[in-house]
């Protein structure tokens, strides 16, 4: 891939993977970074943003759950909803700092939006999370490589 494309393909695989649709963010990453053509700090940057922003349509769609869960195209289930809200409720804010994590992460930036976590402190958290997550991909794959 080349520059503009790369960067902008990134940025869509890490956005979508926070949300709560299936994607694969971290293959993306790896594999540019396994090309060699682009400096790995840009790459994680991308990939950071785009996850971080797509966790922020999360909290936001959970912010609105009241009011829209019952709508067929909500992307969560109530029970998904309510096993997230409960683990938030139970851990706080600083559950945020898994985030990252499959299969709980993207539920629990949901429930931060439900349970009205202050966006400030959302987003410090959630950031930490993200950018961490693909900086140690990132090292990790630059070891091997």
Avoid: C
């Avoid at 994607?23 to 594999?31: F, N, T």
């Avoid at 909290?59 to 869960?69: E, H, I, K, N, T």
Wanted: glycine share 8%; proline share 5%.
């Amino acid at each position: 891939m080349t520059g503009l494309s790369a960067y902008t393909a990134l940025f869509l695989a890490a956005f979508i993977a926070a949300t709560l649709l299936p994607a694969q963010s971290e293959a993306v990453l790896v594999g540019l970074l396994v090309a060699g053509e682009h400096p790995a700090l840009a790459l994680v940057i991308v990939a950071g943003i785009g996850n971080v922003l797509g966790s922020l349509v999360n909290y936001v769609l959970g912010r609105a759950a009241l009011s829209f869960q019952e709508r067929r195209w909500f992307p969560a289930s109530p029970a998904a909803l309510a096993r997230a809200s409960a683990w938030y409720a139970r851990y706080g804010r600083w559950s945020l700092l898994l985030s990252w994590a499959p299969v709980i992460g993207d539920p629990l930036t949901v429930a931060a939006g439900v349970m009205r976590e202050p966006l400030w402190s959302f987003l410090a958290l959630v950031t930490i999370a993200k950018f961490g997550r693909y900086a140690i991909l990132a090292a990790v794959t630059l070891q091997v490589i």
